[in-house]
């Protein structure tokens, strides 16, 4: 079972750890083969009323949420994962003043998934809706197994542009500041396509925990675009939009579950 821990006044409220043999009978004329309808998935849920714009309200929306969110997010990771993960999430609030809005995602030292939120992230969403699509897209990216991908991925640019440097008569310090920079486009260049992968798994767990991705996704329009620079961490806005409205209709279609 997962935990959810809080610190300073918001602990009180996120204490929540949280066939048979018989006479054959005539056989029936055979009936013209009917047309079968595609399988439909389930209905987009209604969009959630918005919680009280205080951030009490905000912190008694964000423990409701995490009483359906948690049990959602450790049956899709058992169900999804491709690799042999820990699904026994923990979920931490951190209530320091002065910190940015934030989520985030990493692992403790005996690999149990962690997943973090600051209090000012809580204090900006306006319904729960927008919680659970936050707490869905952070859950996604440790079911896609993403942090071990993302290293991976730094250290292969670092290789690259290493021996780019190299070959070029770069000298030492030369090559170990190549590497650098390959680290850091090699992180942030697949992190794009990270992002999207965990939009679009974290609509789906958002939906099957009973609220609406899209109404969720809302929040993408209170933070700064970052537009789609190479070297840009996250995608565009409205890639990100566009990657929440595909997963319902995939859902909705019945292709995915």
């Not at 389930?42 to 714009?53: D, F």
């Not at 609220?211 to 620079?229: K, T, V």
Request: charged share 15%.
């Amino acid at each position: 079972m997962g935990q959810i821990i809080g610190r300073g006044w918001l602990a009180g409220w996120v204490a929540v750890t949280l066939a048979v043999a018989g006479c054959a009978p005539m056989p029936a004329p055979v009936a013209p083969p009917v047309a079968q309808a595609p399988v439909q998935g389930p209905a987009l849920p209604a969009p959630s009323a918005p919680h009280a714009a205080t951030p009490d309200g905000a912190a008694r929306s964000f423990v409701q949420v995490m009483r359906r969110m948690e049990p959602a997010v450790r049956q899709d990771c058992l169900t999804r994962r491709t690799a042999p993960i820990s699904c026994d999430f923990i979920f931490v609030v951190d209530d320091r003043p002065g910190l940015e809005p934030n989520a985030f995602q990493t692992v403790d030292r005996n690999g149990r998934p962690v997943v973090g939120f600051t209090l000012s992230l809580i204090a900006q969403t306006r319904n729960p809706d927008e919680i659970a699509f936050v707490v869905g897209h952070e859950a996604a990216h440790h079911i896609l197994n993403h942090l071990d991908r993302k290293s991976g991925a730094a250290t292969a640019a670092a290789v690259v542009l290493g021996s780019l440097a190299s070959a070029y008569g770069g000298d030492t310090s030369a090559i170990a500041r190549a590497q650098e920079i390959g680290a850091s486009v090699g992180a942030r260049y697949y992190s794009k396509e990270w992002e999207l992968e965990a939009d679009y798994l974290g609509a789906i767990i958002t939906m099957n925990a009973g609220y609406d991705p899209i109404n969720g996704s809302g929040l993408f329009q209170r933070i700064p675009d970052p537009g789609n620079h190479v070297l840009g961490t996250h995608p565009a806005r409205a890639q990100r939009l566009a990657q929440v409205r595909r997963a319902v209709a995939d859902v909705q279609a019945g292709r995915v579950r």
